[in-house]
């Protein structure tokens, strides 16, 4: 009998779920098959919660699991922790940084990086947030600058260290925002002497006339008037023109910061030899059943993929990962002669179930947009809470960190403000 | 009324401990007094668990806590984030990277720092551990030697990054050595597919003629071969004579190894300007009230102090910290004509009070030495984990770790795992 092999490309939320139910259908149904997975990190992410650890809130430990323990109980699954360096769609191999893998099937989910839409350069003033080395860059930048202000005796100096500009009003932006405001007007409160971190300036520039473009306007107004109460100064429909070291220059106006985080553009990660239609910001344009034209060994899953009225967002990787997966194990037992509980001879096509979607302003505060129906406050912040605390169990199947997180959340008294090499 | 400037610089067990006391003492007895604490870090470290940071028993947030937040509770406590440059004992004036301060009364408490024995150049290729990032170092390097040797085809350079050398048998080389055995032989034991991590190599090598020098004989013994059943291979006797990039040359021998960690010398942090008698290693003679000669307003505590009997551990640098702040305490008190409880005309001399020794070896074992009396095995284990867990509690004050650590420690799956820039 033919053994297959199914390689992975990135354990983010979707591949690393294609891994977990493919490893399980694997040993349930014995099916003739090796599974391998590769990513670059030896950690899978709990993206959601990352800029908790950009902020001190969270430790890294906190949202992150290395990939091998959460696969290490499938013994048909292998991970290598490489980089992925370049595809041969017609042989069906992948080349990596250490070797070559050939596949059977290919499920790609590479993710996103950081995009600074052309200014590469700006890379070096402007910290994006996107692993977790990024969040531990962004805390130690951001503790830093408080530790600089505290010495300085130039008071404009020192402003400049108080000041915090954030590029971007979308979800990550916004999640930045309220937790900086919260970090230097509640948790730090009484942490100094010379300065007072109520007094720090943050600052939210977004290029449109509104922030969260993806909710109603009825709660994008709400979601500013909030950050504004909770002293995060909003500017509106401002593209910025240049970003140097500690200084941004935006449409009409300038400000010295010592702190520019950049939460304005990412961009799916590219693979050399993929050469098939892409969007604009690199997503592959994939078919009804993710894969991609003439290549129906090839999937392109998560927030890489492309797929009309699915957004780039971790519900849907992981329904792709589940999809995939189903429809992998569908096609190997059909090759095989296997027979399957269900009807496996027609082909399917991936349907996404909206579960709405949410973002946090700050402690009792949030948005849920599901559809047409949305509403903010402390009921939106339970709803969000409740939803991170259980994929979080799931995923971590640690109670103990939760127990602790929340403790440390509701005291204001994040217990990740370490500031480390 | 004059008003006094205590400066404490280094924020370790000694410096906090000192911080701590004169702070509830100001407070209290309403001193003329005001404190300042400098520390290049921005946390405390509670170096005694740092070997399980380094290999990923605990996370960085489990065993350091910023020195704010220890100390924000007490208004007349300035902290300062700063390298300290210089010192002029006769103008009594600290220099530090951003300025200089003067002080009434100075607590030096400044630490040790890896030696190389003059040779600095092997800090390339074998890694100190004395700093929280010198911990996250060690443990990235282990945990990618175990990642690179799962991907690489060559069996020689395989073994090469199974191979881990640890020079220096004092209590640092011996808990680290215990705990990689216990990381590559159980907690790792599922995780690879390529590589049997139970057959990583671990050689511990100790210049002298037995493991725990401080220890007595017959429980440096037991040490050795407990080690030596948990897979650890110990060379004895042998001196190192070089280290290259993957490479360590000793009298006699020579191991291809791509992680060499350094547990075999420590000196004093030197200060520029305190020309005051010291040890070949650093340290300086103190008085008996732990002050320099010709300086009643200088104290030296913790492991920068050299005074027969005392040894250079946490609780000798905690007593020192409570006996500076009690000393410092009566001058101000006695030159302010403020009265206190005790008799305060008489000075004191600082008395080391020994608790004994202990490191430990692995889950369930330990080593006890109390005086003339020792002992080892499971019983000491629990008096070594009871009394860090007391210790830390009162230093985190937060339970759930604790929980959450026990956990993790007694199921051989420690949550800390992460490889990360």
New interface residues.
Partial sequence: MRNFHVVIGGGGFGGLTAAKRLGKEIRNRKLPCKLTLIDK???HLFQPLLYQVATAGL???DI???I??EL??F?QI?????TIERIDLEQKILFSS??SLSYDFLILSLGMRVNYFGHDEWSSFCLGLK???DG?LIRNAI?NAF?QA????DPKEQQKYLTFVIVGGGPTGVELAGALAELSKKS?K?????IDPKKSRIVLIEAAPRILLPYTERLSMQARRCLEKMGVEIILSRPVEKIEKGKIIFKGGMIEASTILWAAGVCAVQLPGLDVPKEKDGRIKVLEDLTIPGHPEVFVIGDMASLPGVPAVAPAAIQMGKYVAYEITRRIAFQSGLSLDRDVSKPTAFHYLDKGMMTTLGRGKALVQFRNFGFNGFIAWIVWLLIHIITLISFRN?L??L??WA?AYLRF?P???????
Avoid: C
């Avoid at 292998?78 to 490489?82: L, Q």
């Avoid at 505290?150 to 005796?153: A, C, D, H, Q, V």
């Fill in positions: 990190e030896n950690h430790a890294a430990t992150a699991v290395p091998r323990s290490n109980r013994e292998d991970v290598r922790m490489e250490k070797g692993t977790l080395g531990r503790l530790e505290e010495i300085e005796k730090l009484k942490d100094f002497r010379n640690r103990s960190v127990i602790q403790w008294q217990g990740a403000r370490l500031l480390s090499k």
